[in-house]
Nanobody, 125 residues
């Protein structure tokens, strides 16, 4: 059974940095597309970043500020968030898709078959 557990969320001031992590079991992260989505209060869940076999993708709103990476030895996926803005405030969810390449539809939530419970990130102004 695949399980994803996020950690590392918290409260940070605007302009600060934070790293959230996703511990994965039941699926080797190097063999599958892994992604982060964010859900702000009152809004739908939105794509943030994804990493697959030789590829990474970012939402336009986080390009140059966020970086997705993998710790293969520990089967962890990280999202390093820098230059944080109040509008980055959201619950951040880790997800995995049943394919090595994320593909052209990497930003669509329904391609991901397992999700974590989410971790809250709050950016104060």
């Amino acid at each position: 059974q695949v399980q994803l557990i996020e950690s590392g969320g918290g409260l940070v001031q605007a302009g600060g940095s934070l790293r959230v992590s996703c511990a994965t079991s039941g699926r080797t992260i190097t063999g599958f597309c892994m992604a982060w989505f964010g859900q702000a209060p009152g809004k739908e869940r939105e794509f943030v970043a994804a990493i697959g076999w030789g590829e990474t993708y970012y939402a336009d709103s986080v390009k140059g500020r966020f970086a997705i990476s993998r710790n293969i030895a520990k089967n962890l996926v990280h999202l390093q968030m820098s230059s944080l803005k109040p509008e980055d405030t959201a619950v951040y969810y880790c997800a995995t898709a049943p394919r090595a390449h994320c593909g052209s539809d990497y930003f669509i939530s329904r391609i991901y078959d397992y999700w974590g419970q989410g971790t809250q990130v709050t950016v104060s102004s």
